[in-house]
């Protein structure tokens, strides 16, 4: 069996770490990664493939940053004489970034079959891009692999066959499981002179909390109120977007008692994150990380398409004036620090995914609709 995986972005590379290690150990597997180039910063991305061990991608498309339309066009123009070449049994896709999408279309177009990892996730909000990207890669998708209960159920209510999903547990995790005693044995916070729970991780990059002046203006301001109200520190690693919103908004002055660093390596991310007394942020996988490290998190947004990390986990959506944040803070610095680990969030979800693309066999074109 022939496989292409196509990755772009900072949180593809998390999951796609173990589902190539799976394919690997079963020794049945031919697989060409393909690196779109969407995030190519090197805090965003050559540090993601050595920490996770990823191997060097055969193939880079270099497409870089853009409009949606450029982007997601970009990495379909590059990518497609690549598809066409290499004639894989499937194209691995994960995730819902534009690069996911592109090679979404690229591979149905050609009659091959796609496999989405963690589908069937949705927000219900069309303003994110990557609830559209989510949408459309299902619709394409021959093989759909999930994460929990509600996107099976968002994909029957969909129309999509039920004989195409497959509940297989979370990759994100896998990848957890797999470097989470690395990562709190390199003593992170200790290095930069932080007691383990005097402070708190954030993280915000959403176009919905960082391109509106005001919002983005209020949200720092709130994260320095929560800084004198709590005591604790607030280390806030800036996403290129964010930085260059403050930049270009001239905001400097709101990051002055917060303690800005620049895009963590995974290692480092997940060790501060394990000694955080508490997590604010807008990302899609850190609502999933916090759920099983048993952190308690606050995500900046009015929905989730991940509602098992509010029903079984430790998240909670905060959407209201940014100035009530230091009570919502308060109130989780408070709370349990524990939550119930979602069915099948147990580290072995790529080992699923392996076993079950291979009973789905080598042969055949894509089987669409
Ligand atoms: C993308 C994903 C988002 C994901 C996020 C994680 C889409 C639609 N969005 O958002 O789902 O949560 O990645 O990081 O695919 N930039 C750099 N260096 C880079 C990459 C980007 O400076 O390596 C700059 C770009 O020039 C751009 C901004 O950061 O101005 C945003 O990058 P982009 O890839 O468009 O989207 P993200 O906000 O990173």
């Known amino acids: 069996m022939k496989i292409v995986h196509v990755v772009g972005a900072r949180p593809n590379f998390m999951k796609i770490a173990p589902v190539m290690e799976a394919f690997e150990r079963t020794g049945e597997v031919d697989q060409v990664l393909v690196h779109t180039g969407q995030h190519y910063a090197e805090e965003l991305s050559k540090y993601f493939f050595d920490d996770l061990g990823l191997p060097r991608p055969d193939v880079g498309l270099g497409v870089g940053s853009g409009s949606h339309g450029i982007q997601t066009g970009r990495v379909m123009i590059a990518l497609e004489p690549v598809i066409d070449r290499e004639r894989p049994d499937w194209v691995f896709t994960v995730g819902d970034v534009n690069s996911t999408v592109a090679a ?4 149905a177009k050609l009659g091959i079959r796609v496999a989405h990892v963690e589908a069937g996730l949705r927000s219900g909000d069309w303003t994110m891009p990557e609830e559209i990207n989510r949408v459309v890669t299902d619709r394409l998708s021959d ?3 999930t994460t929990e209960a509600a996107a099976n159920e968002n994909l029957a209510a969909e129309g999509v ?3 195409r999903v497959h509940f297989v547990g979370n990759v994100m995790i896998d990848t957890l499981e797999r470097h989470r005693e ?3 044995g390199m003593r992170v ?3 930069m002179g932080l007691e383990p ?3 708190l991780m954030v993280t915000l990059h959403r176009p919905s909390n960082v391109d509106d002046p005001g919002r983005l203006a209020a949200l720092l301001m709130a994260l320095g109120e929560v800084v004198a109200g709590t005591g604790h520190q607030v280390l806030l690693p800036l996403h290129p977007r964010t930085a260059m919103r403050v930049k270009e908004l001239k905001l400097q002055e709101f990051l002055q008692p917060l303690t800005t660093l620049p895009p963590l390596r995974y290692l480092d991310f997940l060790g501060l994150m394990q000694d955080a007394a508490a997590v604010v942020t807008d990302s899609g996988g850190i609502q999933e990380e916090t759920t099983v490290l048993g952190i308690p998190c606050i995500t900046v947004r009015p929905n989730t398409e991940r509602p098992v990390t509010l029903t079984h986990g430790t998240n909670r959506l905060y959407d209201g004036d940014p100035h009530g944040l230091l009570d919502v803070v308060r109130e989780a610095l408070l709370s349990e620090r524990s939550g119930v ?3 099948l969030w147990d580290g072995h979800a790529a080992e699923r995914i392996a076993m079950i693309t291979l009973g789905l066999g080598s042969s055949g074109d894509s089987a669409l609709p």
């Open 104 to 107: 979404a279309l690229v591979a």
């Open 143 to 145: 093989a759909l692999f």
């Open 161 to 163: 066959r039920e004989d």
């Open 182 to 184: 690395r990562a709190a």
């Open 189 to 191: 916070a200790e290095g």
């Open 197 to 199: 729970g005097s402070y």
């Open 341 to 343: 680990r979602p069915p």
